[in-house]
Nanobody, 122 residues
């Protein structure tokens, strides 16, 4: 499975961005996809994930109500709509995928995209 994340950029605080993660390869094996983010010098942190079947979603408290994760099964793509962005949302955002539905921690995810940089200016 290959993942490619894109859509990052520079945005002012209060603005919005939509990240995309396109998957290819053995996509039928994917049960769970997630978004993580990392600031240099800090650990990678969970942002949101979604079950490929059923569409259940989960969010970190820090983004709940502002970010929305969704999927397009036909396009094998997962999205992260980010609204009301704050400077503290600035990070490299990574998408990840795993064959197991109940995957939560970054070390559990088997497949990773290359990351896309989000910078939120104050």
């Amino acid at each position: 499975v290959q993942l490619q994340a894109y859509g990052g950029g520079l945005v002012q605080a209060g603005g919005s961005l939509r990240l995309s993660c396109a998957t290819s390869g053995r996509t039928f094996s994917i049960s769970n996809m997630g978004w993580f983010r990392q600031v240099p010098g800090k650990e990678r942190e969970f942002v949101a994930n979604i079950r490929w079947t059923g569409g259940s979603t989960y969010y970190a408290d820090s983004v709940k109500g502002r970010f929305t994760i969704s999927r397009d099964n036909a396009k094998n793509t997962v999205y992260l709509q980010m609204n009301s962005l704050k400077p503290e949302d600035s990070a490299v955002y990574y998408c990840a995928a795993d064959p197991r539905p109940n995957t939560w921690y970054d070390f559990q995810y088997q497949y990773w995209g290359q990351g896309t940089l989000v910078t939120v200016s104050s």
